[in-house]
């Protein structure tokens, strides 16, 4: 039963990181006078070029290694298996290297206009706080 709590509060967690991230881009995306739809149908439409071009330039590859095997038939058995195995590991090496690099440029962000937004609505409040103490 204390398994299904944690992985109820796991995925709320995961659902809550989600949410805060869709604000964030909502509200950098208003703060640059953009409006959100046509920024996520460009990311959706961009994903969807990248994945076909990405998908066709693995094939091409395999293929590639395919037939660099056939040369060394005595020396590998199983050409296909070589092949799908080298076009893997050329994928978990770029997976690496792009998380690396993600995981550079998130700590190197600086969200700046969504801190000037927030400041200056903070200081805002506080003047509409101190008019209304001053009132009463």
């Not at 796991?10 to 046509?38: D, H, N, Q, W």
Request: hydrophobic fraction near 55%; glycine fraction near 4%.
């Amino acid at each position: 039963m204390e398994a299904l709590k944690q992985l109820e509060a796991l995925i709320a967690a995961k659902i809550s990181v989600i949410k805060t991230v869709c604000s964030l881009i909502r509200l950098e995306a208003r703060l640059a006078g953009l409006s959100v739809f046509p920024l996520l149908l460009n990311i959706c439409l961009l994903l969807v070029v990248l994945f076909t071009v990405w998908l066709s330039v693995m094939f091409l590859i395999g293929y590639f290694a395919y037939l660099a095997s056939g040369y060394f038939v005595h020396l590998v058995p199983n050409r296909l298996l070589l092949s799908i195995l080298f076009v893997l590991l050329l994928n978990v090496g770029f997976l690496l290297g792009l998380l690396k690099y993600l995981s550079f440029n998130i700590k190197s962000m600086s969200f700046q206009k969504t801190r000037e937004f927030f400041s200056q609505e903070s200081v805002e409040h506080e003047k509409l706080e101190e008019a209304d103490h001053s009132t009463n």
